[in-house]
């Protein structure tokens, strides 16, 4: 087989025998990656799809009068309007206009996180760890796996966009315009798969890939968003960004395919720059060199609480920034949401009920909602608790001086600290925001209480992380569940008028929600006991279990 | 002489694997312990419930007469790890993991690290990720060794390290044992163990199979003999523990088991004996004869080739 090969190789010319060498390899290894994909990029689709039909069920109900409708213009319109998208539509809302004009932003950014993460993690993630080099070692092109991953996100993003099509047509929306928003949403995660596939060749590392890549898409949805705050429909500022594009194609207002040519050719463009950067390169190095670091430990990092802080410290403080900035935006935009002016009873009822506190009402619903979010941090804490196990880390630091409860304990205390002050800051933020734009100062004070009044709330959501982690370690993942489901009790349990024993299932709906109503102290008392229950019974049970390496 | 280590019985299943089946290990106090056997074999199994790592099924271990899975805090601070695959954290650097290792066992000797890092020339300003499996290996090495511990269990300590490198972490065992400190190194390097160990176990589908010093195990197997005699030798065939004989023109060449190795040769010393070779068995030898039948049934399916 080998001679055949051979013999092959040297009758064709030296530029087709690099370019298909380049690329030998590829088809296995899409296969090799659709087998490694064979849950996670399901669980990614059915996920966007079930969230697409869950969102048209719920509007539909939110959509049903003209006063409600009016009440969606308003948050459609201004610079509420434009941190979802240009508005169009909005002066004649229906579910579907509603769904693609503002929580399309939903989709745009899930379909890039998914392609982003595919990308990363069978291109740098591979060379990372080691795995690529094996590979590569067999007859595979120097370009096979970053084509390979190409193509799957590129298979992923149209089949993600016939799924979201499908689901927009099942609800009895025109189906070509289904299709148009669809495309539209694959066409984001196009771009950045060629943006993370730029991305990894920069850096050595998978995470700092994805990360590159996410900065990108927040810088893109700035832009988009200042943009269409300068003018309605959309600015030329805004057309410099990738996700205006997505918009400009206006599905049920009047649909245009254009601007998704765009799209596609700033893919095609971020591609070929990441396969020539690729070409430059060796492999598992990346174009920026590492950097020396401390030759030495500082004094400080001596205790397993300082060890865990140090590893726990970045990802805390970007988490801490982010969602502070959320709550500086949310309180500034407080006033022009709150405004009782042709505001549907529905929507007063989802903030609390009384017209004379609509801003405490909506203020009140957001600190339940980012609070929620940053349950995210605490499980993701406890996923990389698990990974310090599994991955092997976790042995050598057990090996000295250090008991299972100290260990443990100190991520648990890292996080819960950790969230606790994130809360508070957030807090301050919202505050501010609202004292910005034009409210009493008291709100700086009541907003950092009212943030603080959940946090017992997101530490059962820890605890139940810390009491799986301890007593069946695999199944961490349960938590993401009654994450989602707390969410959607903060954003829809009122709307959907959910009976109160659902309601009650969310650790986050017992302590009230300030400062529309005071904090609930003894829900608070009784939420404080069960999450240090929970974490207690965690660490009994890590302590009485073998430690799992891979 | 006190006991590092003991373990009777010692039972660890994973669903109906049995990793480690009634593992009986003694390691006495300030002996260097060779810890020998294959992959699979259950030597990290082993190190791993002595750690405290893992709770044992059955039978018992102590480490100087505790129990490594209740005491596991208490006995750390008198013991120092190496793991045979070494994962740093990708965002310290290899001198901040030494320190962070040490200090939580409890402080280590800053001068007796420093010196380890040059003689292992290790640079200590990289980050975990950027280590290849060698340098890993080292930052583990020295850290383990840079404390005051009185017990090193070592898993496969220099997997990836150079000859050079071999050499230097030869030295410094040799050095720790002259300090007093007691090793266990689990190992598939025969001549490391036969460089370093006073005593030797190997474990083979999770058992101790044999166990002693290298001299006592040697007495235990065959010694090959190889004789040129005035007269022609003969009646060695009715010896005793007598083996694959060989004789040829007035040479001579059999293996014998130890305890008939001085009955073979005075019986050798009557026939003129003109020049005598004899080769102890090689740690090689010793483990050929423990594995060899594995080895021959995996030998394209039993033609011989090794009896």
Excluded: C
């Amino acid at each position: 087989m080998n001679a055949t090969m051979m013999g092959r190789e040297a009758s064709s010319s030296p530029a087709a025998r690099s370019r298909g060498a380049a690329l030998d390899g590829t088809g296995t290894l899409i296969r090799f990656i659709l087998r490694r994909e064979r849950v996670g990029l399901p669980a990614w689709l059915l996920g966007l799809t079930a969230l697409l039909a869950l969102f048209l069920r719920a509007l539909s109900e939110l959509t049903a009068t003209e006063e409600q409708r009016q009440d969606l213009y308003r948050i459609m319109s201004g610079s509420v309007g434009a941190i979802f998208g240009p508005g169009y539509g909005r002066d004649d809302i229906t579910a579907e206009r509603y769904v693609v004009g503002v929580y399309g932003l939903f989709f745009f950014v899930l379909a890039a996180l998914m392609s982003m993460l595919l990308v990363a993690r069978h291109t740098r993630a591979e060379e990372q760890s080691g795995r690529a080099e094996l590979i590569r070692s067999g007859v595979v092109g120097r370009h096979a796996s970053l084509t390979a991953a190409l193509i799957v996100a590129a298979g992923a993003n149209v089949l993600l966009a016939l799924l979201l099509a499908s689901t927009l047509t099942a609800y009895g929306h025109d189906g070509s315009d289904g299709l148009l928003f669809g495309a539209s949403v694959g066409a984001i995660g196009l771009v950045f798969a060629g943006i993370t596939a730029i991305t990894a060749q920069i850096t050595e590392y998978s995470r700092t890939a994805v990360g590159m890549a996410g900065a990108v898409l927040g810088v893109a949805w700035a832009v988009r968003a200042a943009g269409d705050m300068i003018r309605d429909y959309g600015s030329p500022l805004s057309w410099l960004s990738p996700l205006a594009w997505a918009n400009q194609t206006r599905p049920y207002v009047d649909g245009r395919w254009w601007p998704l040519l765009l799209s596609l050719g700033l893919a095609a463009v971020a591609v070929a720059v990441g396969y020539s950067l690729s070409a430059r390169r060796d492999l598992g190095a990346g174009l920026v060199a590492a950097r020396p670091g401390a030759p030495a430990a500082a004094p400080w990092l001596r205790s397993p609480l300082a060890v865990v802080f140090r590893l726990q410290r970045s990802s805390l403080m970007w988490w801490t920034v982010a969602l502070a900035a959320s709550g500086l935006l949310v309180g500034g935009l407080g006033d022009q949401i709150a405004d009782p002016v042709g505001m549907s009873e529905r929507r007063i009822e989802i903030f609390g009920g009384s017209v004379d506190a609509l801003l405490d009402g909506y203020l009140g619903m957001m600190a339940l909602f980012l609070t929620v979010i940053s349950g995210i941090m605490l499980v993701l804490g406890l996923q990389a608790v698990r990974g310090e196990e599994v991955e092997g880390r976790a042995d050598p630091v057990l090996a000295t001086a250090i008991s299972r409860w100290a260990w443990l304990g100190s991520y648990l205390t890292v996080l819960s600290l950790g969230v606790v002050g994130l809360l508070l800051a957030t807090g301050v933020a919202t505050g501010l925001g609202t004292v910005l734009a034009g409210e009493d100062v008291s709100y700086v004070w009541d907003m950092a209480l009212a943030f603080l009044g959940h946090a017992p709330g997101v530490l059962v959501i820890l605890g139940v992380a810390a009491m799986l982690y301890g007593v069946f370690p695999r199944a961490i993942g349960v938590t993401w569940v009654l994450i989602g489901y707390s969410l959607f009790v903060a954003l829809f349990g009122t709307v959907m008028d959910l009976p109160g024993w659902a309601m009650n299932l969310s650790p986050m709906e017992h302590t009230g929600r300030p400062p529309l109503d005071g904090t609930s102290w003894s829900g608070t008392a009784i939420l404080l006991a069960i999450a240090v229950g929970l974490m207690v019974a965690g660490l009994a049970a890590f302590r009485r279990r073998d430690l799992e390496t891979r | 002489m006190t006991t590092a280590i003991a373990t009777t019985g010692l039972v660890k299943t994973y669903g109906s694997i049995r990793a480690l089946d009634g593992l009986d290990l003694t390691v006495e106090a300030g002996e260097v312990h060779g810890f020998l056997g294959p992959n699979g074999a259950g030597k990290s199994t082993t190190i791993r419930v002595l750690l405290g790592l893992l709770r044992p099924d059955g039978g018992r271990a102590e480490i100087y007469g505790r129990d490594p899975w209740d005491d596991a805090v208490k006995l750390h601070r008198r013991m120092a790890y190496v793991p045979g695959d070494v994962e740093l954290w990708p965002n310290l650097t290899g001198g901040e993991a030494i320190d962070l290792l040490g200090r939580l066992r409890g402080g280590l000797d800053p001068a007796r690290r420093a010196d380890l890092i040059e003689r292992f020339a290790l640079d200590p300003t990289r980050k975990g990720r950027t280590y290849s499996k060698g340098n890993r290996q080292k930052v583990a090495i020295v850290a383990a060794l840079a404390s005051d511990a009185e017990l090193l269990v070592l898993d496969e300590p220099t997997s990836g390290l150079d000859p050079l490198m071999e050499v230097v972490f030869q030295d410094v065992i040799r050095q720790a044992k002259a300090e007093g400190r007691t090793v266990l190194l689990s190992s598939h390097i025969l001549a490391q163990v036969e460089a370093l160990a006073d005593r030797v176990s190997i474990i083979r589908h999770g058992r101790i199979v044999q166990s002693g010093t290298l001299a006592g195990m040697r007495h235990l197997t065959r010694t090959t003999i190889e004789a040129e005699t005035s007269r022609p030798a003969t009646g060695l065939d009715l010896l005793p523990g007598i083996h694959d004989l060989e004789v040829s023109d007035g040479q001579i060449r059999f293996a014998v088991d130890g305890e008939h190795l001085g009955v073979a040769v005075r019986h050798l010393g009557e026939f003129g004996l003109r020049s005598l070779t004899s080769h102890p068995p090689t740690l090689e030898e010793l483990m050929l004869r423990h594995y060899g039948d594995e080895l021959a049934a995996s030998a394209s399916g039993g033609t011989g080739v090794l009896t």
